[in-house]
Nanobody
Framework: QVQLVESGGGLVQAGDSLTLSCVAS????????MGWFRQAPGKEREFVGV????????DYADYAKGRFTISRDNAKNTVSLQMNTLKPEDTAVYYC?????????????WGQGTQVTVSS
């Protein structure tokens, strides 16, 4: 059974930084691209960033470029999302995702999500 477990969410102030982590189990981690999506209240889930199986290729949503950094550790089956200069509009539930085609935004597995709230 595949499990993706996120952690690191919380309440922060605008301008702060936060790092989310996701631990994966039940899959051959190094065979999957890993990424993050988010969903704000009343909005559809949207792409945040993705890293390929080796960590060599990364892609980000325009709003994340320059502020967010995604990284992975294949030895620990973890993927992280470092978020800097957070804005109130970054408030959302953040989901970890795994997919062999995730570079094309196709997820095979999802985590349960972790709440990030940015106060102004």
């Amino acid at each position: 059974q595949v499990q993706l477990v996120e952690s690191g969410g919380g309440l922060v102030q605008a301008g702060d930084s936060l790092t989310l982590s996701c631990v994966a189990s039940g899959l051959t981690f190094s065979r999957y691209s890993m990424g993050w999506f988010r969903q704000a209240p009343g909005k559809e889930r949207e792409f945040v960033g993705v890293v390929n199986w080796s960590g060599a290729t990364k892609d980000y949503a325009d709003y994340a470029k320059g502020r967010f950094t995604i990284s992975r550790d294949n030895a620990k089956n973890t993927v992280s999302l470092q978020m800097n200069t957070l804005k109130p509009e970054d408030t959302a539930v953040y989901y970890c995702a795994a997919g062999q085609w995730l570079m094309r935004r196709r997820a095979d597995y999802w985590g349960q999500g972790t709440q990030v709230t940015v106060s102004s």
